[in-house]
């Protein structure tokens, strides 16, 4: 139960006080969910949860909605595969060109244009060079789309513990967007494979992640194949990155007892889990190349699988998320990122009994932890990350994200880029990590920039919007003594009550 319990030993002499303490805990409470469990309030969600601020929480776990963008995995594989083939075209036509024979109708006109350009002043040398024709590469417009679309629909939404649990799974199946397919394809990730199964078994999560494009082309399994398998014997080996990497991160954990052998056995049992080449596959997407599996019989943490094919791999991977340590793992993590550093054992006994129990089901698991006693203890104990503090300072204003890179800038400065951990590991979820002294340097000139543009808002409606009565009376005292409106909102947003949840 929620702080109820926490103040049944209080002294209440008569009903009036007994009643005003019930609003007190009750917006606590409701302080509580809307900013450890969610990303901050948005007007009015305060009082939406201080009815229920449980149910208020799980009427939220719902699969996220993103706002809608043309862009998916599918269609940023064939972009890049259309730029990549007019890339060689290009490439053949300004070389043809350069030794005068034969030189294509673009290029040609092209020499026209600098012709022309010669008239302002222009050196004879450029003259007498064709110009390179305009190719952009397809994959930055896609990946500032589809992450502003993310944070943007994580601003709007009124089931923020979805997004905050959405942002906890695509952190742990972390994948970094750099060079220019995994660019384009790093915000994919979480919206095909992890949000579809957000509140399903861990299992599926698990299997859609290990065949998505972006996790097997980041974790270079795309070439990983079987050294007796045919093309095996034409010189392409096994890959033991994503092996490895689902065992250590995505699920069992460091030092839970698998052995280098069993990395091997699991490289080998998903060799030939590959993404297909659009111009020679005439598709897009997963490709399973059976022709790269490793045939026989593997044996993974002392169990046999003798599947053929896909099947194996699939085995393999359903038992590994189905092991206890695996639970221990993952709910060690969630505890961890949702209430506490260092959460304590009970809660972590209550959230692995409940995974295996329901078979890894998220949504149960969630539940339990909000039922849990240890999750509304009133002191806050987890220091936002940057993109948290961004999130619920946009929800607080009410405002929308600038349009375009600006908004992945400002994640930038601030130290999280999107889709940027640089490891498989992901960003850190320890306060030590966010809370130097550079760090606080950009949030204070960030939060001053912010609120001069918003300086027509009164803080005193923000602090009770966000923190209702529950604000300490010195913060309290020091934001609406400042001098100015937009000093105000400035020391809302570094206050100790808004920096931590």
């Known amino acids: 139960?929620?702080?109820?319990?926490?103040?049944?030993?209080?002294?209440?002499?008569?009903?009036?006080?007994?009643?005003?303490?019930?609003?007190?805990?009750?917006?606590i409470n409701a302080v509580i969910a809307v900013n450890r469990f969610g990303l901050g309030a948005k007007p009015n969600e305060l009082t939406l949860a201080e009815k229920d601020p449980?149910?208020?929480?799980?009427?939220?776990?719902?699969?996220?909605?993103?706002?809608?963008?043309?862009?998916?995995?599918?269609?940023i594989m064939q972009l890049l595969a259309d730029y990549?083939?007019?890339?060689?075209?290009?490439?053949?036509?300004?070389?043809?060109?350069?030794?005068?024979?034969?030189?294509?109708?673009?290029?040609?006109?092209?020499?026209?244009?600098?012709?022309?350009?010669?008239n302002g002043g222009a050196p004879d040398n450029d003259m007498a060079e064709p110009r390179k024709p305009k190719n952009k590469p397809p994959f930055r417009t896609p990946f500032i789309e589809l992450t502003t679309s993310s944070l943007q629909s994580a601003i709007d939404s009124p089931n923020s513990l979805s997004w905050r649990l959405l942002q906890?799974?695509?952190?742990?199946?972390?994948?970094?967007?750099?060079?220019?397919?995994?660019?384009?394809?790093?915000?994919?990730?979480?919206?095909?494979?992890?949000?579809?199964?957000?509140?399903?078994?861990?299992?599926?999560?698990?299997?859609?992640?290990?065949?998505?494009?972006?996790?097997?082309?980041?974790?270079?399994?795309?070439?990983s194949f079987g050294a007796n398998s045919r093309l095996g014997k034409r010189g392409k080996g096994l890959n033991e990155n994503l092996a490895r990497e689902i065992l250590e991160l995505h699920s069992l954990g460091v030092n839970s007892g698998y052995s280098q052998t069993d990395v091997i056995e699991l490289a080998k049992g998903i060799s030939g889990w590959s993404i297909a080449n659009p111009k020679r596959d005439k598709q897009t997407g997963f490709l399973f190349r059976s022709n790269g599996h490793e045939s026989g019989t593997r044996k993974l943490l002392n169990k046999q699988y003798p599947?053929?094919?896909?099947e194996q791999g699939q085995a393999m991977l359903v038992d590994i998320a189905r092991h206890p340590q695996t639970a221990k793992h993952l709910c060690y993590k969630l505890a961890k990122h949702f209430?506490?550093?260092?959460?304590?054992?009970?809660?972590?006994?209550?959230?692995?009994?409940?995974w295996i129990r329901s078979n890894g089901n998220i949504k149960q698991v969630m539940i339990t932890m909000i039922s849990s006693t240890e999750a509304w203890q009133p002191l806050p104990k987890k220091f936002k990350t940057p993109t948290e503090f961004v999130i619920s300072a946009y929800r607080a204003f009410d405002i929308s994200v600038p349009k375009g890179r600006k908004f992945i800038q400002l994640l930038?400065?601030?130290?999280?880029?999107?889709?940027?951990?640089?490891?498989?590991?992901?960003?850190?979820?320890?306060?030590?990590?966010?809370?130097?002294?550079?760090?606080?340097?950009?949030?204070?000139?960030?939060?001053?920039?912010?609120?001069?543009?918003?300086?027509?808002?009164?803080?005193?409606?923000?602090?009770?919007?966000?923190f209702g009565q529950t604000m300490t009376e010195s913060s309290y005292k020091t934001i609406t003594r400042a001098e100015s409106r937009d000093q105000a909102l400035a020391l809302l947003l570094l206050s100790p009550e808004f920096l931590r949840r």
């Open 307 to 310: 599947q053929s094919g896909i």
């Open 84 to 118: 990549q083939s007019q890339k060689q075209r290009d490439r053949k036509a300004v070389n043809t060109s350069t030794v005068g024979k034969n030189i294509p109708t673009e290029t040609a006109n092209s020499l026209s244009i600098d012709t022309s350009h010669a």
């Open 1 to 27: 139960m929620p702080l109820e319990k926490q103040y049944e030993s209080s002294e209440l002499n008569d009903s009036t006080s007994l009643d005003l303490h019930k609003e007190s805990i009750a917006q």
């Open 412 to 466: 930038t400065e601030l130290g999280q880029q999107p889709f940027n951990a640089n490891s498989p590991a992901g960003f850190s979820d320890d306060e030590q990590d966010w809370n130097g002294a550079n760090a606080l340097m950009t949030k204070i000139n960030w939060s001053v920039r912010l609120a001069k543009r918003q300086r027509k808002k009164m803080a005193a409606d923000l602090i009770v919007n966000t």
């Open 54 to 75: 449980q149910a208020f929480l799980i009427n939220q776990l719902v699969i996220p909605e993103f706002l809608p963008t043309q862009y998916s995995s599918d269609s």
């Open 339 to 354: 209430i506490a550093d260092e959460p304590s054992a009970s809660l972590q006994n209550q959230l692995v009994k409940t």
């Open 168 to 223: 906890f799974f695509s952190n742990h199946f972390s994948v970094t967007a750099q060079g220019p397919f995994m660019t384009g394809l790093a915000p994919t990730l979480e919206r095909e494979a992890i949000a579809p199964n957000l509140l399903g078994s861990f299992e599926d999560m698990l299997l859609a992640v290990t065949a998505h494009p972006a996790m097997i082309k980041y974790l270079n399994n795309e070439k």
